[in-house]
């Protein structure tokens, strides 16, 4: 449960598909669906009120990227606009990692502030798939008042170095008393429709995105 700034309350859910072709090439698409509910709503749900100009009810939000390992190209799709973004992908994608790293090696091995406490969790099996896990421990500073040496975020990750990819991770803010768990699921090895690498007919190139771009590929 969260709150916005005009105190609305609202609960969020996310889902999606990851895809990767054997060019490189990966599909990620994340729909949210989000409930929203006024604290007035809380106490009488008999009456409507509108927020963010959006109705109190659930409402779909979906988005999709493309990105193409090989030319660093990333598509960014908005179904519901109908609206396509592309870009360069200036950072490179995480998996070109440096004498050979695992990506377990890399995610895990990352600059960590001395407050933070490191374990290795060994391996384990999550949907048929091998992963090797770590988690990582947030300590409270003197910057966090009361909390100063108490644990304030959990982080635990479940990587597979043969998917390249996290398959679950868990993260608990505990100062909050909020837990975000992000996982993959119904995972096959096969080769994905080739269609999905592809800007859907009927979409606009945002021109406001291709100005940027030029402005940036050219300054002055």
């Excluded at 991770?169 to 096959?188: E, F, G, L, P, W």
Aim: net charge negative; hydrophobic share 30%; charged share 30%.
């Amino acid at each position: 449960m969260g709150h916005a700034p005009d105190g609305t309350e609202f609960d969020r859910d996310f889902g999606g598909q990851i895809a990767r072709d054997s060019g490189g090439r990966i599909f990620s698409e994340l729909d949210a669906i989000r409930a929203e509910r006024s604290q007035r709503q809380a106490q009488d749900a008999g009456e409507s009120a509108i927020h963010y100009g959006h109705p109190p009810e659930p409402r779909n939000d979906s988005t999709i990227w493309i990105s193409d390992c090989q030319s660093g190209k990333v598509v960014t799709l908005y179904p519901d606009l109908k609206i396509a973004r592309t870009s360069k992908d200036n950072i490179g994608p995480s998996r070109k990692r440096k004498n050979g790293a695992s990506l377990f090696e890399f995610l895990s091995s990352g600059p960590r502030p001395p407050n933070a406490i490191f374990e290795d969790l060994g391996l384990k099996d999550i949907e048929g798939v091998l992963t090797h896990g770590y988690r990582i421990t947030i300590l409270g500073t003197q910057d966090d008042g009361e909390w100063n040496g108490r644990v304030r975020n959990i982080t635990e990750s479940w990587i597979s170095d043969d998917l390249e990819e996290i398959i679950l991770q868990n993260i608990t803010n505990v100062k909050a008393k909020a837990q975000t768990t992000i996982s993959i699921t119904d995972i096959k090895r096969e080769e994905p429709d080739q269609s999905r690498f592809e800007i859907p007919s009927g979409y606009k190139i945002d021109p406001i995105t291709a100005e940027r771009h030029s402005s940036i590929a050219n300054p002055e």
